[in-house]
């Protein structure tokens, strides 16, 4: 409503004046109603800047703005106040006016234009198939789907991708271990390796394995073992095996509402030469070089404390020569930026691929990397570890049986990314408003029923009067009207728990404004114009849920 105008004029202001250097144009909503309905500290932050008094720029400013006629025509008055805050008075027809532009955006309030969209390619969850997905993958999966969300409503152009880490010796493994139980229900005395997977759920994928097989592979099994290297009874239970696995993601994915664009096999990568050509190329351009019978990728140049090794002395490429053909193929499809969720135990992995992919792009943005940290369940104050070899988990099927999807995708997200998440599930399936999604979604169902009820002559209308002239109505519209800000710097600071915080505020704004001002059976103008707030906050409260992924109900 006011913030990007006055933002325009004192961004115009500080051209003029030379001020190259000066600090970003912050609008903030005073913590008293007496010091007005917004305020900015700009004029203190200036001073070093401008060498100036912060009155005296204040004084500055303050004429500059109410020389805009868009700024003119919301605010009443601009006070200085203390050192050199600027306090700002909006008129009563600037709350009409906003009420009525966002009624008018209908389903698309909030929605984001960029003057450079980005073509982005997210990248997200990418685990190995070889176990079902666990509590901290659905935080990557909530993450990361409520980030691409974010970005598209935002205004940029995003493609998702689920990166399969189907090659190596951890499916090879996992191959050796479902082949182990799968001979083991035949009578067979094969245990499963010691570094293998022991979940019960491997027993589970040999038995639907042995369903569809029969006896096919137990006289291979009994006469080979699992130790034969290239025994096609092994390699059959790891491609069978990973294939049944990635069914079951893709279905829980889904039904937690995350689905992908593209789903990436890494193992064409190494059978196709793709992971030796890319070691290649980096050797004739002298990125790499051969030291110590290995080969060497020189990152260091690029921030990394170390080089790190792309095939090892026995002439195995590492994991890392497989992300970095993976990587390559990404800038060949041409996106303008890349960015990769990882889980916390990739942080030390971060400057290798930074230096990788600068080497290959020659743009030190071009990757970005998110690291989410872990999520601790709690039931009845006790906490549980979870470990994908020994099958100790609590799956993503588990925890929607538990919560529900939209319990499940807003508590998941509602804290910064980058800090370990306590997922409390008693109050996630608590039916009141100390749980946080409830209050939200009871909010939008509250508004629902309002317009349910509404008189059928009665239409959602705001007139040209000095209308909203409650304290409680001007709240809330302030804090609608930071919607679509909050969304772009959500989306630029790559945080969904922004929304989620702000859905809980546009509840709580709400609620107050429902106990304090009669919808239905006002004077007729009265109640067209809150009819119309109540629209546009229930359409605000339906896209910021739609966001994170949770539904809008209708009636709870």
Not at 6 to 35: L, M, N, T
Not at 69 to 96: H, K, S
Not at 109 to 118: K, M, T, Y
Not at 283 to 308: C, I, N, Q, S
Request: net charge negative; glycine share 8%; aromatic share 8%.
């Amino acid at each position: 409503m006011l913030a990007a105008h006055v933002q325009r004029v004192i961004g115009e202001w500080v051209a003029e004046r030379g001020w190259e250097a000066g600090p970003p144009v912050v609008i903030e909503r005073p913590a008293e109603s007496d010091h007005g309905d917004y305020a900015t500290p700009f004029c203190l932050q200036l001073a070093k800047v401008a060498r100036m008094a912060p009155r005296a720029l204040a004084e500055e400013a303050r004429a500059r703005l109410l020389a805009d006629a868009e700024v003119a025509g919301m605010v009443g008055e601009i006070d200085i106040a203390g050192p050199g805050f600027l306090n700002f008075r909006l008129r009563p027809e600037a709350f009409t006016r906003s009420v009525s532009v966002m009624l008018e955006q209908a389903d698309e309030v909030g929605r984001g234009a960029r003057e450079h969209p980005l073509d982005i390619l997210l990248e997200y969850v990418s685990v190995n198939p070889n176990g079902p997905l666990h509590v901290g993958h659905a935080r990557y999966a909530a993450y990361g789907n409520s980030l691409d969300r974010l970005l598209s409503f935002s205004g940029h152009r995003v493609t998702t991708e689920f990166y399969i880490n189907d090659y190596g010796r951890q499916m090879e493994m996992f191959g050796r271990s479902v082949a182990a139980r799968y001979a083991q229900s035949f009578g067979l005395d094969l245990e499963v390796p010691e570094e293998g997977y022991q979940g019960e759920y491997v027993k589970d994928i040999a038995a639907e394995v042995r369903e569809e097989v029969g006896d096919r592979w137990v006289a291979e099994l009994r006469d080979q073992g699992l130790d034969d290297a290239g025994s096609p009874a092994v390699d059959f239970f790891r491609v069978r095996g990973y294939q049944l696995v990635l069914e079951q993601m893709r279905a829980e994915l889904e039904r937690f509402r995350v689905t992908f664009d593209r789903w990436f096999s890494e193992t064409p990568l190494h059978t196709e030469g793709r992971v030796q050509a890319a070691i290649d190329h980096l050797l004739e351009t002298g990125d790499a070089f051969h030291a110590d019978e290995a080969v060497w990728l020189r990152t260091t140049p690029y921030g990394d404390d170390k080089d790190r090794v792309l095939v090892r002395s026995n002439e195995r490429p590492t994991y890392f020569a497989a992300d970095l053909a993976y990587h390559q193929d990404k800038l060949g499809r041409g996106y303008g930026h890349l960015i990769n969720i990882w889980g916390a135990d990739h942080h030390g992995y971060v400057p290798r691929m930074k230096a990788a992919v600068e080497i290959m792009s020659h743009d030190p943005d071009m990757l970005e990397l998110i690291i989410g940290q872990m999520v601790n369940l709690l039931e009845a104050g006790e906490s549980r570890q979870m470990s994908t070899r020994r099958g100790e988990m609590v799956t993503l099927g588990e925890l929607i049986d538990a919560i529900g999807v939209d319990a499940a995708r807003f508590f998941l997200v509602m804290r910064s990314h980058d800090q370990t998440l306590d997922l409390d599930l008693s109050l996630a399936r608590r039916q009141s408003q100390e749980n946080p999604v409830y209050y939200v979604q009871y909010a939008h169902a509250r508004i629902a029923s309002i317009v349910r009820n509404m008189p059928a002559e009665l239409e959602p209308a705001v007139g040209a009067g000095e209308l909203f002239d409650t304290v409680y109505e001007r709240d809330l519209i302030k804090k609608l009207d930071e919607f679509a800000d909050l969304v772009r710097e959500a989306a630029d600071r790559r945080a969904p728990h922004r929304v989620a915080g702000y859905a809980q505020e546009v509840a709580a704004a709400f609620h107050v404004f429902y106990k304090n001002c009669r919808v239905i059976g006002s004077d007729p103008e009265v109640s067209a114009a809150r009819l119309a707030l109540c629209l546009v906050t229930k359409r605000v409260v339906a896209r910021a849920l739609d966001l994170l992924g949770v539904s809008a109900p209708e009636s709870m």
